[in-house]
């Protein structure tokens, strides 16, 4: 069972320079996220796709894009990395049925530098 | 807005000793309520949640978490500490107002178990 697969594992950017992080779920969930992990921060959600197609803002999505490519597939953007994007990216997924509050799967991260 | 709060970014407890983790929440409804932990290296993993049944909850390795409405907390506890307790926990919460597909995270607990 793959679950939730985030790639890359760890990258190096230089300031000012754009990349991808992909996501991809196989369990068919509906809903998927981005949280960026800090230290003394805990997670923090950046964006959230309820559904395929939706996509909205979470606590921190100042120099992030989101695309939704399906329902299986949910990439981040930065489109201008800064030394601030230095961190720990979870990609995570969920069924979203309204009111199951049904269990969130955790990709195993991405760490991201900035330099 | 929801929100999560975690009293003590660090808890050291003896092997074999009570494990007091507290969190407490805001949402002007009622909520949804998780516990992950985190290993180091890993990935976040479902401890337990509640979603309105009941106010105990029971959940993997011996945890539990009691829902105190009038105290708006979740605290977490385990009567017994190992040695594999040792990890990041979080507490996170979701509600209908904002959108049960919304989940905050709190910023963490460091569980230390000492032998």
């Known amino acids: 069972n793959a679950g939730v697969t985030q790639t890359p594992k760890f990258q190096v950017l230089k300031t000012g320079q754009s990349m991808t992080l992909q996501c991809a779920q196989d369990m068919n969930h509906n809903s998927m996220y981005w949280y960026r992990q800090d230290p003394g921060m805990g997670l923090r959600l950046i964006y959230y796709?309820?559904?395929?197609?939706?996509?909205d803002k979470g606590e921190v999505p100042n120099g992030y894009n989101v695309s939704r490519l399906n329902k299986r597939e949910f990439s981040l953007r930065l489109e201008s990395a800064a030394p601030s994007q230095t961190s720990v990216y979870f990609c995570?997924?969920?069924?979203?049925?309204?009111?199951?509050?049904?269990?969130?799967?955790f990709g195993e991260g991405s760490w991201l530098t900035v330099v | 807005a929801q929100s999560v709060t975690q009293l003590g970014s660090h808890v050291s407890v003896s092997e074999g000793a009570l494990v007091l983790l507290r969190c407490n929440y805001s949402s002007s409804v009622p909520p949804y309520l998780f516990w992950y932990v985190q290993y180091p290296n890993q990935g976040l993993q479902l401890l337990l949640k509640y979603t309105s049944a009941a106010t105990l909850v029971k959940g993997i390795n011996g945890f539990e978490a009691e829902f105190k409405k009038s105290e708006t907390s979740f605290h977490l506890t385990k009567p017994s500490a190992h040695m594999s307790d040792a990890a990041e926990y979080f507490c996170?919460?979701?509600?209908?107002?904002?959108?049960?597909?919304?989940?905050?995270f709190g910023p963490g607990t460091s569980l230390s178990v000492i032998p």
């Open positions: 796709s309820a559904s395929e197609g939706t996509t």
């Open positions: 996170a919460v979701s509600d209908m107002k904002t959108s049960y597909d919304k989940v905050i």
């Open positions: 995570a997924s969920r069924q979203g049925v309204v009111e199951s509050g049904n269990t969130i799967y």
